[in-house]
Each structure stands twice: as C-alpha cells, then as structure tokens.
C-alpha cells in the first residue's frame, strides 16, 4: 500500500509565541545542561522537525491507519513504509532532540522537546509512539540502570538500534497492577526467569529495529503480596551480550495483536514470557521490589506524552477544519438569508461555523500552553537544582500538580475536539476521505491508556493536592492571585481576570470539601467528585493561561504598525482568552455547586436498579 499525502498542519507562529514569548524560553536556554541552545538554533529545529513530518510521517498516517499491522511467523509486520520512515527520523537526530548528550543526544532543554513531540506526534500518532516508548523505557534504564546497564541499553534505544515497551497490564489484574502474576525466578548467575503474560502492550513487537527492550514488571518468588512486592525487570526480544551484540531469541512471543478502533499503525500486542521456559530477564539496577517507583518514571513521562499526543491532534484537527471552511461554500450569508439571489458564501461565514472554530483555536492553544507551562518548569527545575533548591522544589512541585491534568484534560479534549471539527466539515467529516474522522478515533485511547483519566483524577485530588503539605497547590493558586493582581485593571482583559479570582475560590471550596467528606465518613464522594475537581481546575488553568498569552499578545500588538503581518496573529489571542473565559470559565464555578451537592446516587441505587443486560 503507497503512501497518501500528507494531511497534517501546524501553525509555527503559534508554536513560536508559546515557547518563546509566552514561556521565555531565554530563562533557561543557554545554561547549565542546556548551555548549547538558544532561540535561532530551537527555532531552526522546529522548522526541520515541521519539514521532516509533513514530508515524511505525514503522508504515512492515512496509509499506516488502512493497512495496520500484521503477525508474520511470529512477529509484527509494521505498515508499508514505516521502516523507512524510523531510519529517517533517526538519521535526522529530531527524535535524539532532548536526549542527555551522555547517550548521544542533543540535550534541549524540556519544552523545546514537547513541542517537537507535537509536530511529529500530530502528523502520525500512531508511529510516533514507537520511539516514545523507547525513549521513556532508555530513560528509566538511564535513571536507576547499573552502570553496565546504562552503558549497554539507553544509547541504542535512544538512536534507534533497538526499540523498548513498557509491560505492565495483565488480563486479570487490569489497572489493578498489584495483582500482576508474572513470576522472576533468581537463576545462579544473577539473572532471572520470568514466565507470564501481559496484554496491550503498544509497540510490543515490530519490525523497525533489531531488537526491542521490554521493561516488565514481575514479582520475584516469596516477594509480597501487592505493588510493594513488584520488580522491575530488563527482558530483551533477543538477548543481549555484555558487548551490545545480539545473542539469541529470548523466549518472548507474541500471542496475538488487538484490531482496534484508532491508532491502527501501532501494534497493541499481547505478549508471552517464558512459554518455553527460556526467557530471562535483569533487575533494573540492584533494588528489588522497586519496580512501581522504577516505572513511575516512565509512567509519568508517558502521562505527559499522552497530553502531547492530544494537543497534536486537536491542533490539526483545527486547522484542517479552519481550511476546509475557508474553502467549502454552502447557503448565503446570514444577514441575507431571505434573499434568494444572494450569493454563496464560505461556511466559515457563518455563525455556528465561527463558534466551533473559535471554540477549537482557543481550547487548542490552551491545551498546549499548559502543556509547555508544565516543561517550562521542568526546565527551571532543571537549571535551578543544586543551586537554589527551594525555587526548584517549587517547579518540580508545579510539574507534579500539573501532570495529571495535562494528561487528563488534553486527552478529553482532543477526542471532543475532534468530533467538533467534523461537525465543522459537515457530512464529509464522517468521510475518510477527510482525516478529522481518523483524528477522532485515534483520540479516543488517549483518555484510556498510561492510567485512566478517572486514575489521573484521583491522583490529583489524593495526592497532589496535599503534596508537600499543600504547597504545590497553593503555589499555583498564588501564581494566578499575582496575575490577577497585576492584570484585573487591563483594558481589554480587565473583567475576564477578575473573573479567575471566584473560579478559583470555588474550586479551593470544593477542595476543602473532599478533605470535610473524608473526614467525615463520606469517603465514596471523593471518587464521584474527583473528575468533576480535575475538570474545573484544568478549565481554570486553561483559562488563566489563555489570559496571560492575551496578556503579552496585546503588549505586542500595541507596538506594532498598521499593516504589519503579525497584527491578525496577536489579535487572535486576544478572541481566544476572551472566548474561552466568557464561555468555558463560568462552567468551572458551576461545576463547583454540582460537586457540593454531594449527589451520591451512583452509590445508593441498587445493583438490580441498573436493569438487566
């Protein structure tokens, strides 16, 4: 099957403006481990990365989506043209972009990387996830690897030779990892058996490197009961010799692949350990019964890159509506409506029409400013870390509380976002002759997979609320009481910042509510209540950060002549924070009231109340 053409878009001026005069990326360009970079060269970057993925993975996506992928004697067959696409991606170093020079990479800083990840992510989300994978599994090994470990692993998953999954799911156990039954049995020389079975394992087997690194999770014989008692295993396809050669196959198997509803270019596989008792695998580094905080590295990673993934798909879904309206002409303009003689008009000229636009381009460039807000601090963290450390503790305290939402939010949204953009095309978005239908579907697992959105909801209210007793939260209730104290008199924006000021106290009520009900005895209200919380507080952070871009975008504007090219782009910023707090802000406060309604039906009606199936 030939490649089709390429369907994917971005707009760089807008990835410009949040890496560079939104988030000022000079904060931390240019020092310690980001001493290479600076604006031209992150700039030159995007532009190849942007070049890169609508000529090469772009034009695979339609393709790659039709044709899936295939079990041949026992291994994945990945669709045509992937294989070639991984060499190239490699061979360009964009996939090497943030990786730490001491496993041959370029080392840009954080947010540099998550808006590459979103060029390459939106033009094939499907194949991007397999140098995702690779990379978060080289940067666990990386991380907590022995040195033998780091030497021999993480460069070769990082540039390509080998690819790497994360194994944690079992059929039994499902989100419940604890009750994961794959065995490791201690052989004399070090090493382990592992026998098991793990299910939707995504890249868990192909054909575009020479061999691929499972990271496992498995419980060492006479290890307790629960997560307390998991290890974190190395278990390569093929094993590995001590000097990066490869040795023989190492009795992992593939039992099948999952025929899925989106992503169809990325092999979901069950996989068979030990089925022959051959199958050996090493700790990670020396630690046993480490495993979950091991893989909660990855795990968090990978949580963020689901957030890339939605602001990828959401923003070319935009786009590719905001073209397709532009083009498609259909009925006469409202103000003629009674007029039969009246010229046809574009589709954008109408008014629904311009709603779901202004609804996409706001939520959008909203997603992706919480996205880059959140690397942002990951890089401060990483420049301040050894030199102040209280400023640190507070960046990676903002990286923590805001994860869950990034996550959560972005993976929502860019599945609604989507369906919102076929509604934009009308009957041809349901077509595949248009890619918003394969945006929509591909969406749908971001809200499922690397922890349920309802897991990422009770990860927020269970732990990062009260992490660091309390001081994650109320440092970011304290950086938007400093915005509105600077901005609740500014011109254009003045009502909507205030209006920040009573989202957030209700949502600080609704907080301080969940810790009453635990209190209380109402415990089962917190998980009812939790992905209403996460909810409100990621349309306040939304929000908020939609105001701020306004904010800088109209300090701009003000010193730019009439006629200047950027003048409509800066205007754009300010319809966007101002529709989005019009409309999008007020639910927040209304979802506060819901939430202390403390409605506890689901709990109460009976299980026979449901019906019958």
């Given at each position: 099957m030939s490649a089709g053409i390429n369907r994917y878009k971005a707009d760089l001026r807008e990835l410009f403006f949040v890496l560079f005069e939104q988030y000022d990326f000079n904060a931390f360009a240019g020092k310690g481990d980001y001493a290479d970079w600076d604006e031209p060269t992150a700039k030159a970057v995007i532009k190849e990365a942007y070049r890169f993925s609508t000529e090469v993975l772009g034009p695979l996506n339609s393709s790659g989506d039709r044709?899936?992928?295939?079990?041949?004697?026992?291994?994945?067959?990945?669709?045509?043209?992937?294989?070639?696409?991984?060499?190239?991606?490699?061979?360009?170093?964009?996939?090497?972009?943030?990786?730490?020079?001491?496993?041959?990479?370029?080392?840009?800083?954080?947010?540099?990387?998550?808006?590459?990840?979103?060029?390459?992510?939106?033009?094939?989300?499907?194949?991007?996830?397999?140098?995702?994978?690779?990379?978060?599994?080289?940067?666990?090994?990386?991380?907590?690897?022995?040195?033998?470990?780091?030497?021999?692993?993480?460069?070769?998953?990082?540039?390509?030779?080998?690819?790497?999954?994360?194994?944690?799911?079992?059929?039994?156990?499902?989100?419940?990892?604890?009750?994961?039954?794959?065995?490791?049995?201690r052989q004399p020389d070090g090493t382990f058996k592992i026998t098991g079975t793990k299910i939707f394992i995504s890249g868990g087997d192909h054909d575009l490197a020479e061999n691929v690194i499972h990271l496992l999770l498995a419980r060492i014989e006479g290890a307790p009961q629960g997560t307390k008692g998991l290890s974190l295993f190395i278990v390569p396809r093929v094993r590995v010799n001590a000097d990066g050669s490869l040795s023989k196959d190492n009795d992992v198997t593939v039992a099948g692949i999952e025929h899925k509803m989106g992503i169809n270019g990325s092999a979901t596989c069950s996989l068979n350990f030990g089925e022959n008792d051959g199958c050996l695998g090493e700790l990670v580094g020396a630690a046993e019964n480490q495993g979950m905080p091991q893989m909660f590295r990855m795990m968090n990673t990978a949580r963020i890159g689901?957030?890339?993934?939605?602001?990828?798909?959401?923003?070319?879904?935009?786009?590719?509506?905001?073209?397709?309206?532009?083009?498609?002409?259909?009925?006469?303009?409202?103000?003629?409506?009674?007029?039969?003689?009246?010229?046809?008009?574009?589709?954008?000229?109408?008014?629904?029409?311009?709603?779901?636009?202004?609804?996409?381009?706001?939520?959008?460039?909203?997603?992706?400013?919480l996205v880059v807000k959140l690397a942002s601090h990951r890089d401060q963290w990483a420049v301040l870390a050894g030199k102040d450390d209280d400023k640190a503790a507070y960046h990676m305290g903002q990286v923590e509380l805001l994860t869950p939402l990034v996550k959560a939010f972005s993976s929502d949204e860019a599945f609604r976002l989507s369906a919102v953009a076929q509604q934009v095309y009308g009957g041809a978005g349901f077509l595949k002759d248009w890619?918003?239908?394969?945006?929509?579907?591909?969406?749908?697992?971001?809200?499922?997979?690397?922890?349920?959105?309802?897991?990422?909801?009770?990860?927020?209210?269970?732990?990062?609320?009260?992490?660091?007793?309390?001081?994650?939260?109320?440092?970011?209730?304290?950086?938007?009481?400093?915005f509105v104290e600077a901005h609740q008199d500014h011109p254009v924006f003045g009502k909507e910042v205030q209006s920040l000021t009573g989202a957030s106290e209700a949502i600080m009520g609704v907080a301080m509510n969940m810790m009453g009900w635990s209190q209380a005895g109402k415990i089962d209200?917190?998980?009812?209540?939790?992905?209403?919380?996460?909810?409100?507080?990621?349309?306040?952070?939304?929000?908020?950060?939609?105001?701020?871009?306004?904010?800088?975008?109209?300090?701009?504007?003000?010193?730019?002549?009439?006629?200047?090219?950027?003048?409509?782009?800066?205007?754009?910023?300010?319809?966007?924070?101002?529709?989005?707090?019009?409309?999008?802000?007020?639910?927040?406060?209304?979802?506060?009231?819901?939430?202390?309604?403390?409605?506890?039906?689901?709990?109460?009606?009976?299980d026979e109340a449901f019906g019958h199936s």
């Open positions: 044709e899936g992928c295939k079990v041949v004697d026992g291994r994945v067959i990945t669709p045509t043209g992937f294989k070639e696409a991984w060499k190239k991606l490699f061979e360009a170093g964009i996939r090497q972009v943030g990786v730490p020079k001491e496993f041959g990479g370029q080392a840009a800083p954080y947010a540099l990387h998550a808006v590459v990840e979103e060029i390459t992510s939106g033009a094939n989300t499907a194949f991007g996830m397999y140098p995702g994978l690779a990379g978060g599994a080289a940067e666990v090994i990386g991380h907590f690897g022995t040195e033998a470990q780091k030497k021999l692993y993480p460069e070769r998953m990082f540039n390509g030779t080998w690819g790497g999954t994360m194994c944690l799911t079992e059929s039994q156990a499902g989100t419940d990892v604890g009750s994961a039954s794959t065995k490791a049995v689901v957030g890339i993934q939605g602001v990828a798909v959401a923003g070319s879904a935009y786009l590719n509506a905001l073209e397709y309206a532009k083009d498609r002409k259909q009925g006469s303009h409202f103000t003629q409506w009674k007029d039969p003689k009246a010229p046809r008009v574009s589709i954008m000229q109408h008014p629904d029409v311009r709603r779901m636009l202004l609804e996409l381009k706001a939520t959008t460039e909203g997603l992706r400013s890619p918003v239908e394969q945006y929509t579907r591909d969406a749908k697992i971001f809200s499922i997979y690397e922890g349920t959105n309802h897991i990422q909801a009770m990860d927020l209210v269970a732990r990062k609320l009260g992490q660091n007793g309390g001081a994650n939260f109320q440092g970011f209730i304290g950086d938007l009481s400093n209200l917190v998980p009812l209540v939790a992905n209403r919380f996460l909810l409100m507080m990621s349309q306040l952070a939304v929000s908020y950060l939609l105001l701020d871009a306004g904010v800088k975008a109209e300090a701009s504007l003000s010193k730019l002549p009439e006629g200047h090219a950027d003048r409509s782009f800066y205007e754009g910023k300010r319809y966007s924070a101002l529709w989005y707090a019009r409309n999008v802000l007020p639910e927040a406060k209304h979802h506060a009231e819901v939430a202390l309604l403390e409605d506890e039906s689901p709990m109460k009606i009976s």
